[in-house]
């Protein structure tokens, strides 16, 4: 799987949009970027994944640039409950199995 | 929809133990996960299970064992517990293995060994 970096922790604004970056320079073209956050003391949860498009969804937005060496995660309004650990995953259309393999993240701390 | 449920939420245990949890997956889904969670190491994969099979394993010791039975439910075991195996426990499933489908993960199980 493709290793992943991104900068290990950043503040928002509260109402604020937050663009979370990731790394993924050696990603293989049937890698997936997918993300997840994990609230303090809480098990990992799903956000979104993409290919090569833009994606949306009633969470977020991700943003992976046309050559997919990276990719944005966009929180369009942030809330105080959106303070977590960000995770940005590269995991293959055709693994075989659903073993994630989880960096260290990015510590988001949204303030008032 | 039910998610996925990890029992006990807590657990002390003495070096030299062992300890089993639980994982229920949700409904439907047959793959479940276990990860192991420390502040140091991360959050780094133990084993997988699919149809009462392992699929995958992680680099951890022996002491470390799982299985799954038939209504997709899933254990954990951990042998001669160390210190070290102070963790939080998370237990993920997903409906089927090895595509592009997002893993719901538990609450955990926060084990503290003394």
């Known amino acids: 799987d493709a290793k992943t970096t991104q900068p290990p922790s950043m503040d928002c604004a509260e109402g604020r949009a937050a663009n979370l970056p990731c790394n993924h320079s050696?990603?293989?073209?049937?890698?997936?970027v997918y993300w997840y956050r994990q609230i303090h003391s809480q098990g990992p949860q799903y956000i979104i994944h993409?290919?090569?498009n833009n994606e949306t969804n009633e969470m977020a937005s991700l943003i992976i640039t046309e050559d997919r060496k990276s990719s944005t995660l966009i929180l369009p309004h942030a809330t105080l409950r959106d303070t977590a650990v960000y995770y940005c995953?590269?995991?293959?259309?055709?693994?075989?199995?659903?073993?994630?393999?989880f960096g260290g993240g990015t510590r988001v701390l949204v303030k008032p | 929809k039910a998610g996925v449920t990890q029992t006990p939420r807590y657990l002390i245990k003495t070096r030299g133990q062992q300890v089993t949890l639980s994982c229920s997956p949700i409904?439907?889904?047959?793959?479940v996960s276990w990860y192991q969670q420390t502040p140091g190491q991360g959050l780094q994969f133990l084993f997988e299970?699919?149809?009462?099979?392992?699929?995958n394993k992680g680099n951890f010791p022996g002491r470390f064992s799982g299985r799954q039975f038939s209504n997709s439910r899933s254990e954990m075991n951990v042998s001669t517990l160390e210190l070290g195996d102070s963790a939080l426990y998370l237990c993920?499933?997903?409906?089927?293995?090895?595509?592009?489908?997002?893993?719901?993960f538990g609450q955990g199980t926060r084990l503290t060994v003394v």
């Open positions: 993920a499933s997903s409906p089927r293995q090895g595509t592009n489908t997002e893993a719901f």
């Open positions: 050696t990603i293989s073209g049937n890698e997936y």
């Open positions: 993409g290919l090569k």
């Open positions: 995953i590269a995991f293959p259309s055709k693994a075989a199995g659903n073993k994630l393999t």
């Open positions: 409904s439907g889904h047959r793959s």
């Open positions: 299970y699919f149809s009462e099979t392992q699929r």
